[in-house]
């Protein structure tokens, strides 16, 4: 558990946004972003494509080290 976890905890501090910014952009409460970075749940398929839309809006460089770091083998 946790790789979509990780990637996402260091991409929100790589690029200085707040769990809660990510959360007002998805329209979602930011204890559920809260539970991913921690590693207490994994994102679903659907809701990796949201996180990085939610990103996207925030910061598309952001968005795209994320599905990077998520997809890479490392």
Known sequence: MG???KCL???LEDYGISQNRLAVAMGIRAANVNRWVNE???PGAETLLEIRNGLR???RAAAEEF?????DDV
């Open 3 to 5: 790789k979509a976890g």
């Open 40 to 42: 207490v749940r994994d």
């Open 67 to 71: 599905i990077r770091l998520y997809l």
């Open 9 to 11: 905890k260091k991409v």
């Open 57 to 59: 809006q925030i910061d």
